[in-house]
Each structure stands twice: as structure tokens, then as C-alpha cells.
């Protein structure tokens, strides 16, 4: 089935496209909804919720720019919807929450689930900070926008997400177990 064959059968309500549709976007979406939530479970649940709008949405695609991109967008919004339900996006480090111990050195590579596990440890608005940023691609004005949160406050949680991720790279800080 073609993009636009799946579109137009979804904005029918069609139920072999809408699971078409799933089976297409759901794997590289959960890794979306995973970077911003700490488990699995809120991740599928910030999934299934985000399919939800795509479904009850889709006549409001526009076709402008790739739907790929219009479903991550929900996603998206629909992690960070769940995040501010749950934690605070304005976390600070306690210090029980950090431990010195050794770690994996700089230059070490790190493969996909090492680096998200690493993700996972930010503190919330940390998290969402960093992967809009640097991984999503947002402005600073953009996610401030979609945090209600100044620019300010998106550049200082980026600075501090990068400069912890390189604590815990370099092994001068880990999270305790």
C-alpha cells in the first residue's frame, strides 16, 4: 500500500489501513516516544495514545512536508504531553541522585541502547530538552514554545544535559543503582 493509498484509506476509517499504517510507523515511533519516557510501559502508552490522534487526525495532513514527519510530531507532543503528567519538567539533581564510580571511558562507542539508557537518566526536563535539540532538531524558541519554558531555560537544561551525559561518559559521575 502506497503512503497516499494508506492516508486515504485511514481518513475512511478503514481498519486494514490504520493497521497498515501502525505496522509502518510504530517501531521507529516507540524509539521516539522511548528517548523522552524513562520506561517502557509510558513509551507504549505514549504510542498507542499518540496512533490514536494520527487516526483521529489524519484529515488535517496537509500533505505539506513528509507524513512521516506530521506522525512524529504527535508523537512527539504526545511523549512531552505524558511527561508533564507524570514528572516534573523542572527536576533538580539531588545529591543522592548521583554517585562517583567508574564508567566507560570518552572515546568508548557506544551502541544505540547504551546511548538511551544513558538518555534515560536525565533528569526529565533535561531529557526533553536534549533530545528535542539535538536529536529532533528544534530551536530553542521552538521548544520553548512547546514547553512553556523561556529560551533561557531551554539553552541552560541543554547545557547542563550535555555537560552531565559527559560526566557519565567520562566516568566522573554515575547514577546511582
Known sequence: MTEQEL???CQKADSKAQKCLYERFASPMYGVCLRYLKNQMDAEDALLNGFMKVYQNIDKFEGKG???????RIMVNEALGFLR???S?????EDDH????GGPSADHDLAEG?????????PAGYRAVFNLYAIEG???KEIADMLNITEGTSKSQLSKA???LQRRLTGKEAVAS
Do not use: D, N
Request: no cysteine.
Open 98 to 101: 548521583v554517585q562517583v564510580a
Open 66 to 72: 513528509s507524513f512521516e514527519g506530521w506522525v512524529r
Open 7 to 9: 492516508i486515504a484509506g
Open 138 to 140: 528544534y530551536s530553542h
Open 162 to 164: 550535555r555537560a552531565m
Open 114 to 122: 547504551e546511548l538511551l539508557e544513558l538518555l534515560r537518566t536525565l
Open 89 to 93: 519538567l523542572y527536576l533538580s539533581i
Open 85 to 87: 503528567k507524570k514528572e
